[in-house]
């Protein structure tokens, strides 16, 4: 509000604004005394594991938190009564369960860094293991093999699952006939195959009856199994936040079903249909099952999905887990570092590009 | 779905009004002076009943949304048993005002506020204050009606003590208690035990007013109660006001300006000029209808503008 | 739900939370009344492009049937010779074994799953139930007791640990959880040993199903938690501050209002957890010690697994063998099958009634 002086209301005076308060947030004197209260269910925690035959992180860490609730229920009791205390007794549960769940995404990712980081060299990505032998020193061979197998499969995989799922989610959206229910219904059924199954399955569809050979194409086929189901639900809710206006729009103006879905529709969800692309990618990256079972997992690099053996990210780290040299388990977790980078990056991306998407 | 399923069980005296009410609204083309007339001819309400609290009181009050100030400066002493409107056109700031009396303000995540509030003497905002203490003292009926669905009537009524883990000797004879001052007892004591979801809208809310009377408030505020409902549903809700005004603290967010000068005692005119919303008159209903003081109130409710 | 029938009276007949619909006449009863026109049949005959669409676009959704219905008739085809001759046995019996002459010629066998049905259950049991409390708890703390910033990178957080590989946990549950879980099994032997479900014959807790359970527990979290926590996002706000507005702290109004509310989505996630749980392969068969009897001691080292039993004899089957893993391949999926069935219902049907 600008107060006009040049020309001042008989009614008004200058007044003088106070400045904003919020009185209802927590204070600094409530901020040391949650402080405290905390240091003292650790100290009580401490004392505890420190006076009995308990010993070890979990009893404290499970003392910790009973002693915080604790404590926190009789702070908010004396203060206010035994509603406020269960009610600060349930926000320190709430915030346990929180950490508890988030604890092993810490764990995993320094284990993964710390064990993964002295497997780093510089031929890593550019060597394969044709030459080298599992004990071989870390330096020698690399993952080449691995990453351009894993990136055909994903590719072909891709190449099959990207229409199909694509297909299904426009039919659930936009044709909307009598089959959409059921359908909803078997696109969630499928996401619940287990991976093993569809490797089983490939298995008996094609390799005993027709190819009688392990090859990438075999598990290009069982991973698109794998990630029709997460293009297609990511597809169609994407594809529901389209307005309906936009399509009434579209088909006002004369336009086909058809010409509207190509050149509306899927236009204006474009950013979110690549956003599903990548959540199917990353959904398959590092499935291991089907792999272990179709591709046979060769050591050097082949870029021919329909003959011979082709190695793969998850393959290359089980081998290595599974050989159990030192050289072996180290190679195993530098593998599991790049797939976790892996997956990271095709996280981040898929995170950019639905933040983008049509409102 | 109007006027909703047993018209016998209107006594002959709301018969009566909703027959004036009705003529009232047939001539509402001529609104000042019927509206004016209707703030005069309202009858009085009875004195001497026990009343809960000795009123609200707000001291210079503002309130912001991030750097956006919104309400400025409002200062208005609510009587304990008295009614008081807060009308205005949009945006001017009344829900906003009428949240901060009972701290709902602050679940916006941006808001803030500045003065006072004295709930029977004391400020609300002061540290150390329970929130959920003054928000059982200050019950708040909404725009729409939002009755738990997944509890039943005689649940819903009881929702607050339930809320507040209160004690309550006898239930049956609370719910009975509320649901006659809602007004709603003759429609729905046989089926107490069915779910509030399947209550017409006005029953819905004359459901969430028992409800909030079931924690005996001192102070009832009301955001638009009637803006969601038909005229049959209005009227019963407002013979609800006049009668719980004998034992408290009424104050209610009104778009029709009608409502205003039937339920009211006193009436609070806010307007915002682009800038943050300002009361720009409070006073007798009475007066503020027929002999406003100031021009734009003057306009909004002669129907210039607004 | 938002009930929008006073607005469309028939607009929306499946809305049956809408008890208002059994107040208004039946549509049967309109088209009785006399003098009503009967309405016209309205008739589009699609364009040859839109109709060859609608078949395209059909057919491809009609995918997601094709390839389950093909995954049962392949598996069970390939299963079939083991299903007849072992019969019932084969989902009773525990013994999982050919016995070979010097030649290599299969002299007897015999296949039952029952360890491994049993082991399978227990192991997603174990985990469904580790996980269900932390993943309501942190749901609960997303939606209602963080926002802005933080809970943004919280819920991203959680969001990426769903995207992790599983032989990412495999492995991380081998070298990290493994050492420390068997620790907090003899633990909870030690103190909780005298209720039947922490009592073990033999102390062994290497490898148990308990282990297996944490491992998938760890694995499934994020993806219950997130379910839970995209319906407990979206309680109705009037209904939060009917709550608040009646005097209602925190916990009271999650109690009274967003339970209630998420309590379906809270048992479809946990379902869906159930259902990744039971199919996980390589995050079980890294921590499981296969054993084929049936052991109901989750503590004990000695557990099976329908999927780890697959990998683990495949490398090594004659085709007879591979046909026996063929039927336990459908066992499997018949079961994943079932669960999320009985998931789709449930939520369903308490979606009906909590809003």
Redesign the interface.
């Known amino acids: 509000m600008s107060i006009e002086t040049d020309n001042p209301l008989p009614s008004k005076e200058k007044k003088i604004t106070p400045q904003p308060q919020t009185p209802w947030k927590t204070s600094g004197t409530e901020r040391a005394s949650s402080l405290i209260f905390i240091l003292a269910a650790a100290a009580a925690s401490y004392m505890t594991v420190a006076l009995t035959p308990m010993k070890?992180i979990?009893?404290l860490t499970l003392l910790f938190f009973i002693f915080a609730a604790l404590f926190s229920f009789i702070r908010g009791n004396r203060s206010r009564g035994i509603?406020?205390g269960?009610?600060s007794a349930?926000?320190v549960?709430?915030?346990?369960?929180?950490f508890?769940?988030?604890l092993?995404?810490a764990?995993?990712l320094y284990?993964?860094v710390s064990?993964g980081l002295p497997g780093l060299h510089r031929g890593l990505l550019f060597n394969d293991m044709s030459a080298a032998t599992p004990t071989d020193p870390i330096t020698e061979g690399g993952l080449s093999h691995a990453i351009v197998g894993t990136f055909v499969m994903v590719m072909i995989s891709l190449a099959i699952a990207l229409?199909?799922g694509?297909?299904?989610a426009?039919?659930?959206t936009?044709?909307r006939?009598r089959?959409t229910r059921?359908?909803r219904?078997?696109?969630?059924?499928?996401s619940?195959?287990?991976?093993?199954?569809?490797g089983?399955?490939i298995?008996?569809?094609f390799v005993?009856p027709i190819t009688k050979t392990f090859s990438g194409l075999m598990g290009s086929l069982a991973l698109s199994?794998l990630m029709?189901?997460t293009i297609?639900r990511t597809a169609e809710e994407v594809l529901r936040l389209i307005p309906e206006d936009l399509r009434e729009a579209g088909l006002a103006l004369g336009g086909?079903?058809?010409?509207t879905?190509a050149m509306v529709v899927v236009p204006a969800a474009r950013s979110g249909l690549v956003t599903a692309v990548i959540?199917g990618i990353?959904?398959v990256?590092?499935?291991?099952?089907p792999i272990?079972?179709l591709t046979g997992g060769g050591d050097q690099i082949n870029i021919n999905p329909v003959e011979g053996a082709m190695g793969s990210l998850?393959f290359y780290?089980?081998k290595s887990?599974f050989f159990g040299s030192e050289e072996a388990v180290a190679r195993?977790w530098a593998g599991?570092l790049v797939?976790?980078t892996l997956?990271?990056i095709?996280?981040a991306t898929a995170?950019f590009f639905s933040t983008r998407k049509v409102r | 779905?109007t006027m909703s399923t047993t018209p016998e069980s209107l006594s002959a005296k709301q018969k009566e009004l909703e027959k004036k009410m009705t003529e009232e609204r047939s001539q509402s083309h001529t609104a000042p002076a019927s509206l004016a007339s209707v703030a005069q001819t309202k009858v009085s309400r009875p004195a001497g009943a026990k009343r809960l609290g000795t009123g609200l009181e707000a001291r210079g009050v503002h309130a912001w949304f991030g750097k956006n100030h919104v309400l400025s400066d409002i200062s208005v002493d609510f009587a304990s048993g008295t009614v008081t409107a807060l009308i205005g056109p949009s945006g001017c700031g009344k829900s906003t005002f009428i949240r901060t009396l009972?701290r709902?303000h602050e679940?916006i995540?941006t808001a803030a506020m500045a003065g006072e509030v004295l709930l029977d003497g004391k400020d609300i905002y002061a540290p150390g204050t329970d929130v959920?203490?003054?928000?059982?003292k200050v019950?708040?009926v909404?725009q729409?009606p939002?009755p738990?669905?997944?509890?039943t009537i005689g649940e819903n009524v009881l929702?607050?003590l339930?809320?507040?883990?209160l004690k309550s000797t006898n239930k049956d004879d609370l719910v009975e208690e509320c649901l006659i001052r809602a007004g709603l007892w003759n429609e729905v004591k046989d089926r107490l035990d069915?779910?509030g979801?399947?209550l017409?809208?006005g029953q819905q809310q004359r459901l969430?007013i028992a409800?909030?009377l079931a924690?005996s408030p001192h102070v009832l505020l009301m955001d638009e109660p009637c803006s969601a409902l038909d005229p049959g549903s209005t009227l019963r809700i407002e013979e609800t006001i006049s009668e719980l005004a004998e034992s408290m603290t009424i104050i209610i967010v009104t778009h029709n300006m009608q409502q205003a000068a039937r339920v009211s005692d006193y009436t609070a005119f806010f307007l915002s000029d682009g800038g943050p919303g300002e009361m720009v008159e409070y006073g007798k209903t009475s007066e503020i209808f027929s002999n406003p003081k100031d021009k734009r109130t003057e306009n909004y409710v002669t129907g210039r503008f607004g | 739900m938002i009930?929008s029938s006073?607005v469309h009276p028939f607009a929306t007949p499946d809305c049956d939370?809408?008890?208002?619909m059994r107040?208004m006449p039946a549509p049967q009863a309109l088209a009785d009344a006399p003098n009503l026109p009967k309405p016209r049949v309205i008739t589009t005959e699609?364009?040859l492009?839109?109709k060859?669409?609608?078949a395209?676009?059909?057919?491809?959704?009609?995918?997601?049937?094709v390839?389950?219905g093909?995954?049962a008739v392949?598996?069970a085809?390939?299963g079939f010779e083991i299903l007849v001759t072992e019969g019932l046995d084969f989902f009773t019996s525990s013994k999982w074994e050919v016995i070979t002459d010097e030649y290599g010629d299969v002299v007897s066998y015999e296949f039952g799953l029952a360890a491994m049905l049993v082991g399978t259950m227990l192991c997603a049991l174990v985990a469904v139930f580790v996980a269900i409390?932390?993943?309501?708890?942190?749901a609960?703390?997303?939606s209602?007791?963080v926002?802005?910033k933080l809970k943004a990178i919280?819920i991203?957080?959680?969001?990426?640990?769903a995207?992790?590989?599983?032989?990412?946990?495999?492995?991380?549950g081998?070298?990290?959880?493994m050492p420390?879980a068997e620790?907090?099994a003899m633990?909870i032997n030690k103190y909780l040993g005298w209720i039947p479900l922490f009592a073990v014959d033999e102390r062994v807790f290497t490898r148990s199903p308990f282990l297996a359970g944490l491992v998938l527990a760890?694995m499934i979290?994020?993806i219950t938690?997130s379910v839970a926590r995209e319906v407990f996002d979206q309680t109705?706000l009037?209904?939060v501050?009917?709550?608040?507005?009646?005097?209602?702290?925190?916990?009271?109004?999650?109690k009274?209002?967003a339970l209630?509310?998420g309590r379906g989505g809270v048992v479809g996630g946990a379902m869906?957890g159930l259902?990744?749980a039971?199919?996980?392969?390589?995050a079980v068969y890294t921590v499981l010690n296969i054993v084929y009897d049936i052991n109901w001691q989750i503590l004990f080292g000695a557990g099976g697994n329908i999927?780890s039993l697959?990998?683990l004899k495949?490398g090594e089957a004659r085709p007879l063998e591979?046909q026996a893993?063929?039927a336990a391949?459908l066992a499997?999926?018949l079961l994943?099958?079932l669960?999320?069935?009985i998931a789709?219902f449930i939520v369903k049907k308490s979606g009906k009634?909590?809003?």
């Not at chain 3, 991203?156 to 640990?161: A, E, F, I, K, T």
């Not at chain 3, 501050?241 to 999650?254: D, F, N, P, R, S």
């Open positions: 070890g979990l009893p509603v406020a269960q009610d349930a926000g549960v709430m915030a346990i369960g929180m508890v769940a988030l092993p995404i764990s995993i284990t993964t064990k229409p199909l694509l297909l299904t426009i039919y659930i936009e044709i006939g089959f059921p359908i219904f078997l696109v969630q059924a499928m619940g195959v287990p991976s093993i199954v569809a089983l399955f298995l008996s569809a005993y199994i029709i189901p297609a086909t079903q058809w010409r879905v959540l990353a959904r990256a590092g499935e291991t099952a272990l079972l998850p780290i089980w887990f195993g599991l797939l976790l997956v990271l095709l996280f995170r | 779905m009972n709902m679940f995540p959920t203490k003054i928000r059982l019950g708040m909404f729409k939002n738990f669905p997944s509890m929702a607050g339930r809320l507040a883990q069915e779910h979801g399947a017409s809208g969430c409800r909030s924690v | 009930c006073s939370s809408c008890p208002k107040l699609p364009r492009s839109d060859v669409f609608r395209v676009v059909t057919a491809g959704g009609l995918s997601s049937l390839i389950l093909l995954i392949f598996l085809y390939q409390p932390v993943s309501v708890a942190s609960l703390f997303l209602f007791y926002r802005g919280l991203g957080s959680v969001d990426l640990m995207a992790f590989p599983s032989i990412l946990f495999g492995f991380w081998f070298f990290v959880l420390r620790y907090w633990l760890v979290i994020p938690t109705p009037d209904r501050q009917a709550a608040y507005a009646l005097g209602a702290t925190k916990w009271a109004m999650i009274a209002v209630p509310y869906l259902g990744r039971m199919g996980e392969t390589v999927a697959i990998l495949f591979v893993l063929m391949g499997l999926f994943t099958l669960v999320n069935f789709d009634k909590g809003r």
